[in-house]
């Protein structure tokens, strides 16, 4: 059984930093794409970036494109997510996910059902 955990998640000013980290185990990962997503309340899931299983290649959500970079360390099992110049609209509790239906380190996905795993979540919150 694949476990998620993230964690990083707190109360950050707009305009600051803050990075996310999802330890992955139970499973293989390098060959796994993986993703963040977040839901603000009373909103729909949403797409925040994704990775291929070797690192190579990355996509963004548009509202998030040139301020958050995800990246992930295969030796560590973890998928990263640096939060940059965020503001009150980026906060959510934001969820990492796990694809494991497609076998490939050069496959990533931006929808959500295309994720067999998820992590608990974590909050995140950003004044203004």
């Known amino acids: 059984q694949v476990q998620l955990v993230e964690s990083g998640g707190g109360l950050v000013q707009a305009g600051g930093s803050l990075r996310l980290s999802c330890v992955a185990s139970g499973g293989t990962f390098s060959d796994r794409g993986m993703g963040w997503f977040r839901q603000a309340p009373g909103k729909e899931r949403e797409f925040v970036a994704t990775?291929?299983?070797?690192?190579?290649?990355?996509s963004y959500g548009d509202s998030v494109k040139g301020r958050f970079t995800i990246a992930r360390d295969n030796a560590k099992n973890t998928v990263y997510l640096q939060m940059n110049s965020v503001t009150p609209e980026d906060t959510a509790v934001y969820y990492c996910?796990?694809?494991?239906?497609?076998?490939?380190?050069?496959?990533?996905?931006?929808?959500?059902?295309?994720?067999?795993?998820w992590g608990q979540g974590t909050q995140v919150t950003v004044s203004s």
């Open positions: 996910a796990a694809d494991y239906r497609h076998s490939s380190s050069a496959y990533y996905s931006v929808i959500s059902d295309e994720y067999d795993y």
């Open positions: 990775i291929t299983g070797s690192g190579d290649f990355a």
